[in-house]
């Protein structure tokens, strides 16, 4: 059978994962591991309940009836986690725990399942893994090779909750790993112990709280699942609609998903091989995102109906400018209003019919007693592009608004007259779902085309950085953090609202110049833009066009610009705007010196609390803006940076996470300057010509940042002189790097080559950047053959 991708839940999850405008983490139970042969829940039953057959047929004197009932009961056991605990309590501990690697023993070499790397295609944050068999870490690595994964039991986990705030992917083995059955949670007692593990707790509640979770390959009747889910319910904790991918049809399973915030998504299982499965996936990988279906033209909410005859339209066109707006708005009101599928065909006819008075009523005047425009007085022009104007004006209830009024040619432009219409629906959506952070919109008219929003008093980001407002580390981060929270929210709500034109004009900053409380407010949602045409932005000429994603400008087959990349794109650029005080140029992230530029321009901003920002600032501005789409950070990851380096500028001793602490470290040492930072190892190393090469590196699992110097000859060097430094500077360093704080972990010297590998913990780091810093340049100082 093939998987039904017509499912509302589906495609629902379909448009988060495709449109990536929410964090997904996958939660996996042993489902996911069938096909390779490993047991699930049942079969691991089964395979220790044939091991007390054989304990028990093995001693004297052998009661095999009392044995076939002791198994009966056990087989009939509801809960798997009692029925586990009874099974080791008849086997032993011993027999037990070789029972179980005995089942799980070909995981380590077994062939992946397909389904785990087409999980891992999808860009999780990360998998909450209740498998024992570690299949999910071994297919990361099989796609991404070297990359670092931070990988923990249980039994660490306490000091692992910094994964969900790194960019670094994570594999979380919460009920442990086959090779240490110390780390196993397999029992009734073991999980009560987890259960009641407060670190364990906070991480499943972070997890469900900030992804979108999809469950695979598991039970709801899992208590380590479900419970969960119930308890955060019964607290009253709004976790966020998530996804239960099963073969469970029944009615009552439904109603307990809906009552926990799951949307289940149904397949169908006839054997072990979950090929539906994988065409559901499959799908995710495929599917393109279309732009959504084009909204009614929007009409003012305060229009009068128009009489059943209008005028006719050379009669009409003869009248002042607001009458003739009145008239047309009310007959367009009664039109659209009849909501059939004439609708949009009747408003089409209409239009036509009255060209001559539309043209008319696009007529604006700032003249006491011609500056009405459908009620509101028009106070002045502040603003002016190719496509549209913004007007200061009063509403008919005497507060302050802006008016954006695009040119009346905008009525030849199809495409231009979709993208306002959808920008309309947008902020109309925002407005209801009460998103802060969000301009708020009051109306808006097609006859002319004008949005009507809240009057901000401040400056845009454009403004604020040209005056030199946003000139510290602190007021940039307040203001990128802002925007990223703000269009995080949009992305969140069930319509999935993508803005699709951040740039500085589109920033605004509320009170920025009488206060330093002021606040991000973001305007345009959707409002100004359209596919192919990145010159005909409404208010903004072709100038301002870098800000926009190559998806947006150039078509490409199986690239939509229905994505959230498109806004992580967009924001990327904002931030350089930022500290370069200037707008990039269109394809300039494509230059061979961007990279290059983007840390010079950071590099203007003083760095006096958290030394290495700058440098992280703009890999940040790098990754948002590859060209490449699916390589782009997501605007998740973005907001977690960007709140990450927030924490650390305002409260550096808080900063325990291993990659923030490493590359701290690295920027603080002399003998590092000019470091290169590698993302997927989290870690800074330099090479000198002197044949000492260090790396720093933030290891996520350990919780530590190591420091391993290694010095190798060129071949060169005087051999007696060289024979005598070794044998000491290897205990130089070491010493060094001891008395400096460090745990040395290894020390080795042979006739050409020296290694030198010491350790701190990443939480005691920031009391000690300084001490340590210097102690890894006296290390390196010994390691310098002269």
Known sequence: MAFDTAQDSYLALRGIVTERTRRLTVWCGSGLSVPAGLPTWNGLRQALSGAVQRKRASMVPYDAPATEEVLRRIALEPNPWIALQRLENELGRTSYTEAIRDALRPASSVAIPRAYDLLWRLRPAGFMNLNLDRLASRSFHGLNGDKTL?????????????????????????????????????????????????????????????????????????????????????????????????????????????????????????????????????????????????????????????????????????????????????????????????????????????????????????????????????????????????FKAQAPDGTPVAIKLLHSELRQEPELLLAFRRGVRSMSILHSRGVHGVVTYREASEIPAFAVM?????????????????????????????????????????????????????????????????????????????????????????????YLAPEQIKVERGISARHAAVDSFGLGMTLYFMIAATDPLPAQHLHTNWRGMVHAASRRIPANVWLSLPARFSRLVIMATMDRQSERLDLAQIRIELARLQRVQERPAEAVDPDLAAEELAARAESMIDYSWDQDRIEAMVQRPSGLTIRVAGEEVEGVVRARLEWSTAGTEDRKRLGRWISGASQTAAAALTKGGWRLEERAANVGSMTVVAAIEASALPAMFDRCAAALDRAADALRFE
């Open 150 to 390: 931070a990988e923990f039991e249980s039994t660490s986990v306490g000091n692992h909750t910094h994964v969900l705030q790194s960019l670094s992917q994570f594999v979380y083995n919460m009920h442990g790993a086959h090779e240490d059955s110390s780390t196993w949670v397999l029992t009734h007692d073991e999980m009560k112990d987890l259960l009641s593990n407060e670190a364990y707790n906070n991480f499943v509640k972070s997890t469900l709280s900030t992804s979108v979770v999809l469950f695979v390959g598991l039970s709801v009747d899992d208590v380590a699942v479900g419970g969960h889910l119930e308890r955060l319910v019964k607290a009253g904790i709004q976790t966020g609609t998530h996804y239960w991918v099963s073969s469970r049809t029944d009615i009552a399973t439904d109603r307990w998903a809906e009552a926990a915030g799951i949307r289940m998504i149904r397949y169908t299982s006839s054997d072990d091989s979950h090929a539906e499965l994988e065409q559901m996936l499959g799908d995710l990988h495929g599917f393109v995102p279309p732009e959504q279906p084009v909204p009614a033209p929007p009409v003012v909410a305060n229009v009068q109906a128009s009489p059943a005859e209008l005028p006719a339209p050379s009669v009409l066109a003869a009248r002042d400018a607001e009458s003739i707006r009145e008239a047309l708005n009310g007959r367009a009101a009664v039109i659209l209003n009849a909501d059939s599928e004439d609708s949009f065909s009747a408003f089409e006819a209409f239009v036509q019919e009255y060209d001559e008075a539309i043209h008319r009523a696009w007529y604006t005047s700032l003249a006491e007693g011609k500056n009405k425009l459908m009620g509101y007085a028009l106070q002045s022009e502040v603003a002016r592009g190719a496509f549209g104007r913004v």
């Open 454 to 546: 809240d009057w901000v008093e401040g400056a845009d980001l454009n403004a604020a950085v040209r005056g030199r407002r946003l000139g510290s580390w602190p007021d940039i981060l307040k203001a990128a953090s802002g925007i990223a929270e703000v269009i995080g929210h949009a992305h969140a709500v069930p319509e999935r609202v993508l803005h699709r034109d951040i740039r500085p004009a589109n920033i605004m900053l509320e009170g920025v110049w009488n206060t330093n409380d002021w606040r991000v407010v973001i305007l345009d949602f959707d409002l100004s833009w359209h596919q192919g045409a990145y010159q005909h932005s409404v208010i903004h000429g072709s100038g301002t066009a870098g």
